[in-house]
């Protein structure tokens, strides 16, 4: 069964830092571009970054980037994302998916919510 | 960047009825050399994570029921429900994945009349 289960999320201040994962399995991971989206609570889809399958090309939104940085191990089927510089609008449900570089989205995560609140 | 605009926001339809969503692209999302239009559509319901239905425009994901087609060429495009069900009460998002940034539509929810 191809799945991807993410982690890290939590409440952190402004300004502060979080690191979320994405197990993947299921898959080859290493022949697949991955991304992460995110959803602010009652708001729809905004993608936020994604990683071509060698990693070696990245892309970000303006919203984040500068802030935030994407990144992948293939030999432990993980994908990353680095938050920094956290904002209150930064405050969602990140999702990770397998998709981006001309493949749609074809598998989700149930996402982890990441608060940004003093 | 690529604007995804969608209509309407909101609809609803009666059980057994057609449903029409519409998409439309800032710009042209087909690749010429493939001759394929990289736009899918997705299926989100309430406190689940987004699924995939149709992807290519017209190409219907692993699994999804054939009451759910998409159509469209240029830069409109259009999402489907033929016999509205219960269980496709949902917000549905159309995406193109031809350029980064990998933009979505702002939605459009779907509600039982």
């Known amino acids: 069964e191809v799945k991807l289960l993410e982690s890290g999320g939590g409440l952190v201040q402004p300004g502060g830092s979080l690191r979320l994962s994405c197990a993947a399995s299921?898959?080859?991971?290493?022949?697949?571009?991955m991304s992460w989206v995110r959803q602010a609570p009652g708001k729809g889809l905004e993608w936020v970054s994604s990683?071509?399958?060698?990693?070696?090309?990245?892309y970000y939104a303006d919203s984040v980037k500068g802030r935030f940085t994407i990144s992948r191990d293939s030999p432990k089927s993980a994908l990353y994302l680095q938050l920094n510089t956290l904002r209150a609008e930064d405050t969602a449900l990140y999702y990770c998916a397998k998709g981006g570089w001309g493949d749609a989205f074809d598998v989700w995560g149930q996402g982890t919510m990441v608060t940004v609140s003093s | 960047d690529i604007v995804m605009t969608q209509s309407p926001d909101s609809l609803a339809v009666s059980l057994g009825e057609r449903a029409t969503i519409n998409c439309k692209s800032s710009q042209s999302v087909l690749y010429n050399s493939k001759n394929k239009y990289y736009l899918g559509w997705y299926q989100q319901k309430p406190g689940q994570p987004p699924k995939l239905l149709i992807y290519w425009a017209s190409t219907r994901a692993s699994g999804v029921p054939d009451r759910f087609s998409g159509s469209g060429s240029g830069t409109d495009f259009t999402l489907t429900i033929s016999g509205l069900q219960a269980e496709d009460v949902a917000v549905y998002y159309c995406q193109q994945y031809f350029n980064a940034p990998w933009t979505f539509g702002q939605g459009t929810k779907v509600e039982i009349k």
């Open positions: 299921g898959f080859t991971f290493s022949n697949y571009a």
């Open positions: 990683i071509s399958l060698s990693g070696g090309s990245t």
